[in-house]
């Protein structure tokens, strides 16, 4: 069983910064990627950031350098750093990460960026 844990979501006003966190614990063996994906109401899923085992990263166009995703591989713990946020960030976040080719996923952590 691996069970991954999402905090640091919650209510920004625009401009704001706010840091997620997901930790993944339980029968942990070789993360590959992990990443963050977001949903905001009425839309589809989509990708945020990913960092693979490298520490190669990949960010959506719309978060590019106002967002840092970044790993502690001892902690199995991915990071990411949002800063300069607009409303349009607003979403439900959600971890995931690729761990002998199978996806695994958090429950998501509400971010919220308004005035």
């Known amino acids: 069983q691996v069970q991954l844990v999402e905090s640091g979501g919650g209510l920004v006003q625009p401009g704001g910064s706010l840091r997620l966190s997901c930790a993944a614990s339980?029968?942990?063996?070789?993360?590959?990627?992990m990443g963050w994906y977001r949903q905001a109401p009425g839309k589809q899923r989509e990708l945020v950031a990913r960092?693979?085992?490298?520490?190669?990263?990949n960010y959506a166009d719309s978060v590019k350098g106002r967002f840092t995703i970044s790993r502690d591989n001892a902690k199995n713990t991915v990071y990411l750093q949002m800063n300069s946020l607009k409303p349009e960030d607003t979403a439900v976040y959600y971890c995931?990460?690729?761990?002998?080719?199978?996806?695994?996923w958090g429950q998501g952590t509400q971010v919220t960026v308004s005035s």
């Open positions: 995931m990460i690729i761990m002998i080719n199978v996806e695994r």
């Open positions: 960092i693979i085992s490298s520490g190669s990263t």
């Open positions: 339980g029968s942990i063996f070789r993360i590959n990627t």
